[in-house]
């Protein structure tokens, strides 16, 4: 029997990191492909010397500097092109080390939390696809708490999005966030529990 692959999503702002933490604090090992992505911009990290090469720019102290990356490809497609074939292969990589290291520790099922499943057509990578949701007040308020945010930027980011009512009805399973964070967490136990008598 293999790893069961559960696939985390959900946009911008709804909560996603936070459910990832209440699976790995429940035992699971949790993948996050945007953290993953963060270490290889850091000083020695996988990506800066590709990255200096593509986006001369986006270095400050041999690091990519993320807010500069982001104007340099924000709204230029080919731009974004260009930066997907730097990171995604360099990802891959490392996830299939990250889905190795967890089936060889003896883990039944692993967490993949990934920002756009729906929208670059990875549904078949998962066995089961776990979308985390919040009313859209309440997403934009949290997403334009963040520095550097604008509503501008927000509305990029959410036109590369599929809408949230598209992304629940594709959903094996739905968490909520627009609720206290104790019921966030029971329904991440409950779904927990679930999967593992599916096993």
Not at 58 to 69: C, G, H, N, S, T
Not at 135 to 149: F, G, I
């Given at each position: 029997m293999g790893l069961k692959i559960i696939g985390l999503t959900g946009s911008i702002g709804m909560g996603k990191s936070t459910v990832g933490k209440m699976f790995e604090a429940e035992g699971i090992p949790v993948y996050n492909v945007d953290a993953e992505i963060h270490k290889f911009y850091q000083r020695g990290g996988r990506a800066v010397d590709a990255i200096r090469e593509a986006f001369?720019?986006?270095?400050?102290?041999?690091?990519?500097?993320?807010?500069?990356?982001s104007k340099l490809v924000v709204g230029n497609e080919d731009?974004?092109?260009?930066?997907?074939?730097?990171?995604?292969?360099?990802?891959?990589?490392?996830?299939?080390?990250?889905?190795?290291?967890a089936e060889k520790d003896g883990h039944d099922m692993v967490v993949l939390d990934v920002p756009l499943i729906f929208e670059t057509n990875g549904?078949?990578?998962?066995?089961?696809?776990?979308?985390?949701s919040a009313?859209?007040?309440?997403?934009?308020?949290?997403?334009?708490?963040?520095?550097?945010?604008t509503e501008e930027k927000l509305d990029t980011i959410l036109s590369r999005q599929l809408p949230d009512e598209h992304k629940r009805q594709k959903a094996h399973h739905v968490i909520e966030t627009g609720c206290p964070e104790e019921e966030t967490r029971m329904q991440v136990k409950t779904l927990i529990k679930s999967l593992k008598e599916e096993i």
């Open positions: 001369p720019d986006a270095i400050v102290d041999d690091q990519v500097d993320r807010p500069k990356l731009a974004i092109r260009r930066l997907e074939k730097i990171v995604h292969p360099m990802v891959g990589a490392h996830r299939a080390e990250f889905l190795a290291e549904e078949s990578n998962f066995d089961t696809i776990v979308v985390v009313p859209a007040h309440l997403q934009r308020a949290r997403v334009l708490a963040r520095d550097d945010m």
